[in-house]
């Protein structure tokens, strides 16, 4: 057995954060840049949470997507930083004619079946170019990642956390405007 020494923590020691560093770009792994929840806990939200509570607790963890839950803590849709804008909120509130304190994951949400998927496999011998390409093209944000031999949600890429890896701007034009958006 091999004892490791314990140190004290000095004043200049800090948290650091993937984005402090220069060790990814377009020909890296694109499996470098997925949230893989074999290895970490997916950050999700009840269906029910009060939507503006969600958007608060996103800023406080600075996180652009939580994956929504129902009561039997199944997957059920996606809800990001951008469906709880302003302007989303607000077309939402006229659709479904609810007061914006009443609004919940559920309601902004973009469901399951609308959220894009990404083989597992395939993403094994993708470069961080190919996964851009990919989500440009699709129009897409938000990408899961599915083991499909599994039938495993294995992890979630965002093309915010791309950008913030690559240290520049990554555009991806949307495919759907807000009210094709919310009318699933």
């Known amino acids: 057995?091999?004892?490791?020494?314990?140190?004290?923590?000095?004043?200049?020691?800090?948290?650091?954060?993937?984005?402090?560093?220069?060790?990814?770009?377009e020909?890296?792994?694109?499996?470098?840049?997925?949230?893989?929840?074999?290895q970490h806990q997916p950050h999700t939200v009840s269906a029910s949470a009060r939507a503006l509570g969600v958007a608060k607790l996103m800023a406080m963890e600075e996180v652009d997507s939580k994956l929504v839950v129902d009561r039997d803590q199944e997957f059920i849709g996606l809800l990001t930083a951008e469906r709880l804008s302003e302007q989303y909120i607000l077309v939402t509130q006229t659709m479904q004619g609810l007061d914006r304190d009443e609004l919940t994951a559920a309601d902004m949400m973009l469901p399951r079946s609308s959220i894009p998927a990404l083989d597992y496999d395939a993403l094994k011998s993708a470069t961080v170019g190919d996964l851009i390409r990919t989500l440009r093209e699709a129009g897409e944000n938000h990408c899961l990642v599915l083991d499909r031999d599994h039938h495993h949600i294995r992890g979630l890429i965002s093309i915010e956390e791309v950008a913030e890896r690559l240290h520049r701007a990554v555009a991806v034009t949307p495919k759907r405007s807000i009210v094709k958006a919310l009318s699933f």
């Not at 890296?28 to 893989?36: C, E, K």
């Open 1 to 25: 057995m091999k004892a490791l020494k314990v140190y004290q923590l000095d004043s200049v020691d800090h948290l650091v954060k993937p984005r402090e560093f220069s060790d990814i770009d």
């Open 27 to 38: 020909h890296s792994p694109a499996l470098n840049l997925m949230t893989d929840f074999r």
